[in-house]
């Protein structure tokens, strides 16, 4: 019995540290928003389209990150709430999960109408 236990400890072990990644979520946030803050800030002083374009890419990407967060915090503070319960019937998991995704779309429809 022991070694099933163990068994099933050393497979689930990898699966966790995974889907934590060891970060601090709120930590995460605050370095996601001060890098953003920061490349936001310097958006002006860029001097080629190619810079902007780049800076543009990197604060969606840092926005991106954060909802992401914020979704995986959602999702594991309050995985008993569902749609039946909102006040809103809403499924607010799945309306950021198609959130993200239609970001990522809008993301490489931009990069394909901007000039390289």
């Not at 800076?55 to 569902?82: F, G, T």
């Not at 499924?91 to 999960?97: A, M």
Request: glycine share 4%; hydrophobic share 40%.
């Amino acid at each position: 019995m022991r070694v099933i236990y163990a068994t099933l400890i050393l497979m689930l072990l990898p699966a966790l540290s995974m889907a934590h990644g060891g970060k601090d979520p709120v930590k995460e946030l605050e370095k996601n928003h001060d890098r953003f803050t920061s490349t936001q800030h310097a958006f002006d002083q860029l001097a080629s389209d190619e810079e902007r374009i780049e800076s543009l890419e990197l604060q969606a990407d840092y926005l991106q990150r954060n909802v992401l967060i914020v979704r995986n915090l959602l999702a594991a503070d309050y995985p008993h709430v569902k749609a039946g319960m909102s006040k809103y019937k809403l499924d607010y998991i799945d309306i950021l999960d198609d959130s993200l995704k239609e970001f990522g779309v809008t993301l490489k429809q931009m990069k394909t109408t901007l000039p390289e």
